[in-house]
């Protein structure tokens, strides 16, 4: 049983668009985080939600906007992409938001923005 | 500034050998650091988490070590085989969230 999965794992897309990406976990976890990874292979954290209350937003243009419908689920919806946006984005959970906690990573999303 | 840096973009050695990576920190004060493993395509794997107060933590082949005061940890492989050729990254603890190194590769040859 897959613990976090998102879509899609691909995305291509022109500049100026909307999209969104999705992510689901059925670990049971109270805390879900969005992070980019990018051609440098540096991972940073954007956001962390727990039980669906945004805790963290890290300095993350407002076009990026998390939504939370569930616990288990977390969205990513990106408007008026920017060239800039191309990365890998990752969703991760864990069980409480606190730093010890170990987190579990979904399979990521390469975007990429023409 | 705050810093995390891992030792060097890519690490090469031969199968059957320790394998030694870094990460050094400055102005931070991590309460715990946590390991992981990514593989090409795939998102980190989480692998050893170690307290301040631990000098030291073991799991199977991994060994991890954690200086407060060098502020630095290092992560060992022994006995390394080819299928531990990955990419290794630190995470230091910073109060609400995690703070990731910018990883060193590691590729062991047979």
């Known amino acids: 049983d897959t613990a976090v999965s998102q879509t899609p794992k691909y995305l291509v897309t022109q500049m100026g668009n909307d999209k969104s990406i999705k992510c689901e976990q059925n670990?049971?976890?109270?805390?879900m985080y969005w992070y980019k990874q990018d051609s440098k292979k540096f991972l940073k954290i954007m956001f962390s939600?727990?039980?669906?209350?945004?805790?963290i937003n890290e300095t993350v243009p407002n076009r990026f906007s998390p939504k939370s419908p569930d616990k288990a689920h977390l969205n990513l919806h990106i408007n008026s992409l920017e060239l800039g946006d191309s990365a890998v984005y990752f969703c991760?959970?864990?069980?409480?938001?606190?730093?010890?906690?170990?987190?579990?990573f979904g399979p990521g999303t390469r975007l990429t923005v023409l | 500034s705050q810093k995390i840096e891992q030792n060097s973009e890519a690490l090469n050695i031969q199968e059957g050998k320790t394998a030694t990576l870094t990460c050094n920190y400055t102005?931070?004060?991590?309460?715990?650091l946590q390991w992981y493993r990514q593989d090409p395509g795939r998102g980190p794997v989480f692998l050893l988490l170690?307290?301040?107060?631990?000098k030291e933590k073991r799991k199977e082949r991994l060994k991890v070590t954690f200086d407060t005061t060098l502020k630095q940890s290092l992560f060992h492989i022994t006995a390394s085989q080819p299928a531990d050729s990955a990419t290794y990254l630190c995470?230091?603890?910073?109060?609400?969230?995690?703070?990731f190194g910018t990883g060193t590769r590691l590729q062991v040859f047979p």
């Open positions: 995470a230091l603890d910073a109060t609400d969230k995690l703070i």
């Open positions: 170690i307290r301040e107060n631990e």
């Open positions: 670990l049971g976890h109270d805390t």
């Open positions: 102005n931070y004060s991590p309460a715990y």
């Open positions: 939600y727990n039980n669906k209350e945004l805790i």
């Open positions: 991760a959970s864990s069980q409480e938001g606190e730093s010890y906690n170990e987190q579990f």
